[in-house]
């Protein structure tokens, strides 16, 4: 068995965010950078967290992180890190914003470009920034996980960031910030969430405790998911998405994604949300994997509380229907691609490392048709 990867130190409460000043001072850290972007300053959920600074605190805010991490957003906040003197890093947002923050911390102790370590994580050093994350969705779990998913640009493909040392050193999980979140950010992020439990609880490598963790994330977003939608200051339900999202990033740090993740990252060169690639790509896959891997898709589909009859891949193209998600990549706004380059692309994706089955690129491209519509 693989060994229990690191964590953060974690706080998950409502309110939880009343511990920034506390760990910034356990961290050693006297001037921080924050990491956010637009849409949350735009709306007050960043004032919110910045409120829990005591009166006079110094530090520095970076806000243009875009909504997939790319190159120059990386770029632009290091160079406020170093013009301002910090000494380390809050993140204040979804996925794109703690991805990006964890370049920045790289790149801190790091002197090569971010290009010289993307896909290389042997090059990747303990010379880090001490990172603390706030995540403000209950999606992709990039508090508590080793990797980031980096763009060069707004219309590439992302490339792999991956290192224990990227892991943020506190993960702050205050389920008050997502109370305002849309219902369909809410439905795509929490959707995403599940595709992480999923991914990794399939991915071949043999880890009993990260199994635990993700079935019972798996189960935590089908019973609260469209309650968090439909009701969105549901705390229940808010509070149980935001404990899914954490148990899939620690289950794929101990164990790593699969196919669905491999095709996303194959579509992701028109800028298109990420988690929704995945989450639409899933159904696919699921029906893919059902006959190279029954026993683990019983075993899945008890933890959705699948009903009879139905399989998981069922319950995530119902569950992606109800939440309002599109039925297809096609009417997500995926146009044009070489379908079969796209799919040898998937074929050698990284993601496919610890999967239970590899697919060839023909079943790749199999699959992303079914999921283009």
Do not use: W
Not at 123 to 151: C, D, K, M, Q, V
Not at 342 to 366: I, L, Q, V, W
């Amino acid at each position: 068995m693989n060994p229990l990867v690191q964590f953060p130190r974690i706080h998950l409460a409502f309110g939880a965010r009343s511990v920034l000043a506390e760990e910034l001072a356990l961290l050693g850290i006297a001037r921080p950078l924050f990491v956010t972007d637009r849409g949350l300053v735009e709306c007050g959920v960043f004032a919110r967290v910045r409120e829990a600074l005591p009166h006079g605190t110094g530090f520095a805010v970076f806000d243009a992180i875009p909504e997939n991490p790319t190159v120059a957003g990386v770029e632009g906040a290091s160079a406020v890190y170093r013009a301002e003197g910090c000494d380390g890093i809050v993140a204040v947002g979804g996925g794109s914003v703690i991805d990006s923050a964890k370049a920045v911390a790289l790149l801190a102790g790091h002197a090569e470009p971010l290009a010289h370590y993307l896909g290389h994580p042997e090059r990747i050093t303990a010379a880090i920034a001490p990172l603390i994350a706030l995540p403000t969705t209950a999606g992709t779990g990039s508090e508590a996980s080793r990797g980031a998913g980096i763009h060069p640009d707004a219309t590439s493909r992302g490339a792999s960031l991956g290192s224990a040392f990227l892991v943020p050193k506190v993960a702050i999980c205050d389920p008050e910030l997502t109370l305002t979140l849309p219902p369909r950010m809410t439905a795509g992020t929490g959707m995403d969430a599940l595709s992480h439990c999923i991914e990794a609880f399939l991915a071949e490598t043999a880890h009993a405790p990260a199994d635990a963790i993700a079935l019972d994330g798996a189960g935590r977003v089908v019973a609260h998911i469209e309650r968090a939608v439909v009701a969105g200051t549901d705390r229940t339900a808010r509070a149980e998405l935001m404990m899914a999202a954490l148990q899939g990033g620690m289950a794929l740090s101990c164990k790593g994604a699969g196919p669905a993740h491999a095709i996303a990252n194959s579509f992701g060169d028109r800028g298109l949300h990420h988690g929704a690639l995945v989450t639409i790509a899933l159904p696919a896959v699921l029906r893919f994997f059902e006959r190279h891997v029954p026993d683990k898709m019983r075993r899945l589909a008890a933890a959705m509380q699948a009903p009879p009859g139905k399989s998981p891949a069922d319950i995530v193209a119902a569950f992606n229907a109800h939440v309002g998600l599109p039925p297809s990549l096609s009417a997500l706004g995926y146009r044009g691609g070489d379908l079969d380059e796209m799919a040898d692309d998937a074929a050698k994706s990284h993601f496919n490392a610890r999967a239970a089955y590899r697919p060839t690129a023909a079943e790749f491209k199999s699959m992303m048709a079914e999921a283009l519509g």
